[in-house]
């Protein structure tokens, strides 16, 4: 629980204070306020202004209270009005339009990252006030009415209109009816949220692109509205990483979000509250779009790589909170509660490694391309070691890389058919010429005979190399059989 204060003065010196440490201020309102009250009111409104600390949150927290607390409200409001230093606020409690309306001049021009009602009485009439936030905000990224008695379908229409019409990046979007675990739905001082409502938060989120965690908590959230929920999610650019439901949903309404989640990439943490019948058989459904192997019997090898490849690799955690009408076996509960703490593309690995590991004798079914077979190969020496890699080559069913001829000489086999035949006609040229130089050597042997057998081995006269020169010339001149 935050510190909170009747003594707007106590924040004082520390906003006096030259410090890089941002400040958390907590105010309590409550019966009536003191006209030195009001004053420090003021005067805390100013130190915020011309300090130069950051204000994380400021916190007002309301309890029953008279006219006086709305006339100070309204004064320290205005002064307030074009800070940036404050990063976040929270109303809390007995707050309804006339307190929110006294803030206007705040909520007009501010720099808030983050705006939580907690447990108010806000309803539509607000929307008017904190429109002006909602449509001009290039900060706010944090937006959580949780535990509202009064929101009702127009505040959430007006709000989600100003949302789409502005620049406002949300990025953590929260929405609750107060004590819906105990609520009658009968209880005429809560203003229900429709389904209609539902409906129009699912569109909203389908069409914001900075949206990562999403907390419904309503009463009309039934089958229907989960429905509508997983038309987006099942989308495969949906943002939202965090995903908290609370509602009138079961068994029916599980096994449509885990049918969305087969080809969702983004969530990863989800927490239920279920207020229908919810036992083992949605809580399985939940299990088996991330573990292929749980819960499933495969026809085949195929069948059983088609679902590890088809699962869904980004969810780690699935809490289910404690209900009357929730049955599931506590063995199932902390099997979703710790899915994986991988990222996704480990958690696929870590899958196919279990699926190659049972199957390791024969891996012809995941069709391997020939071009990722070295991969494959790494990939099984790193899990299964060594003794894994050659279990695999001795496979009865070895892959092609293994084969006689090798895929690589497949793939060449046109250009080296092309090189033998030019080798062929290179190695002909070449006994050709062997033996026209052997011709050659022939002739010059029979040449130097004649010549020998003339004159001996003593050099001739100029007359008479003249002669053997004619002889020789006539003696090539002779044709060659």
């Known amino acids: 629980m935050p510190f909170v204060t009747k003594n707007p003065a106590h924040y004082l010196k520390a906003l006096a204070e030259t410090s890089a440490e941002a400040l958390h201020i907590g105010l309590f309102f409550s019966r009536s306020i003191s006209e030195q009250q009001a004053v420090d009111l003021i005067k805390l409104a100013k130190a915020i202004q011309q300090s130069t600390r950051t204000i994380r949150c400021l916190w007002l927290r309301f309890r029953d209270g008279d006219e006086s607390i709305c006339a100070a409200l309204q004064a320290f409001g205005d002064e307030l009005a074009g800070d940036t230093s404050i990063q976040s606020l929270v109303i809390e409690g007995k707050a309804g339009p006339a307190e929110i309306e006294c803030l206007a001049g705040f909520f007009r021009n501010n720099k808030l990252r ?54 406002t990046s949300i990025e953590t979007l929260s929405i609750g009816e107060c004590d819906i675990d105990a609520a009658d ?84 943490t989800i927490t239920l509250g279920c207020h229908k019948n919810l036992n083992d058989v949605g809580a399985q459904e939940l299990l088996r779009v991330s573990d292929p192997f749980a819960y499933t019997t495969h026809a085949n090898k195929k069948t059983e790589w088609d679902s590890v490849k088809k699962s869904n690799h980004s969810l ?38 279990h699926h190659i590991e049972k199957h390791i004798e024969d891996i012809s079914h995941m069709e391997i391309d020939n071009k990722y077979v070295p991969e494959i190969m790494s990939f099984v020496q790193k899990r299964g070691e060594l003794n894994g ?79 053997l020169w004619l002889e020789v010339v006539d003696l090539i001149k002779e044709p060659i059989w």
Request: contains cysteine.
């Open 114 to 167: 983050g705006l939580q009602f907690r447990r108010t009485d806000i309803d539509a009439s607000a929307s008017a006030v904190l429109r002006p936030l909602f449509v001009g905000s290039d900060t706010l990224n944090v937006l959580d009415l949780s535990q509202n008695s009064k929101l009702g379908d127009v505040f959430v229409e007006d709000m989600l209109t100003a949302l789409s019409e502005g620049e």
């Open 316 to 353: 780690q955690s699935v809490y289910i909170l404690d209900r009357p009408s929730v049955t599931v076996s506590n063995e199932l509960v902390t099997k979703l509660r710790s899915i994986s703490s991988l990222q996704p593309h480990q958690t696929l690995q870590t899958k196919a490694w």
């Open 389 to 467: 890699l050659f279990e695999t080559i001795r496979s009865s069913n070895s892959l092609k890389i293994f084969e006689n001829p090798s895929p690589e000489r497949a793939r060449l086999s046109d250009q080296m058919d092309r090189i033998q035949k030019e080798n062929a006609i290179l190695k002909r040229l070449l006994k050709a010429e062997r033996e026209r130089s052997q011709s050659l050597r022939n002739d010059n042997y029979a040449v130097r005979k004649t010549v020998e057998m003339k004159f001996g081995k003593k050099c001739p006269s100029w007359n008479s190399c003249k002669q």
């Open 185 to 268: 739905d009968n209880d005429e001082t809560i203003e229900r949220i429709s389904a209609t409502s539902v409906e129009l938060i699912a569109r909203y989120v389908s069409r914001s692109k900075s949206l990562s965690s999403v907390t419904l908590r309503l009463l009309n959230l039934d089958d229907i509205g989960i429905g509508e929920l997983a038309n987006v999610l099942k989308r495969q650019d949906c943002s939202v990483r965090r995903l908290d439901l609370g509602g009138n949903f079961g068994n029916n309404g599980i096994k449509i979000l885990a049918e969305a989640l087969k080809t969702n990439q983004s969530i990863k």
